[in-house]
């Protein structure tokens, strides 16, 4: 088994290019249903999550 690659919401921020502000309102609202972890006060983000919620909003568009 490895070990997740826990990431801050900084650092998250950064991989999917929003503001820690977005993830923060995600995390307070459950609108986006994106997963993070809780240890203690801390707040981190598994690296794969975030890579698999990506792949969950992709929309394709037929071109007519």
């Not at 826990?6 to 999917?16: F, G, I, R, S």
């Not at 993070?36 to 919620?53: N, Q, T």
Request: with cysteine.
């Amino acid at each position: 088994m490895t070990t997740p690659k826990l990431l801050t919401p900084d650092e998250a921020a950064k991989l999917l290019r929003v503001s820690p502000s977005f993830l923060s309102n995600a995390r307070c609202t459950g609108r986006y249903r994106l997963p993070f972890v809780k240890i203690g006060k801390a707040v981190r983000y598994r690296e794969d999550d975030l890579l698999a919620w990506i792949e969950s909003r992709m929309q394709c568009r037929e071109v007519a």
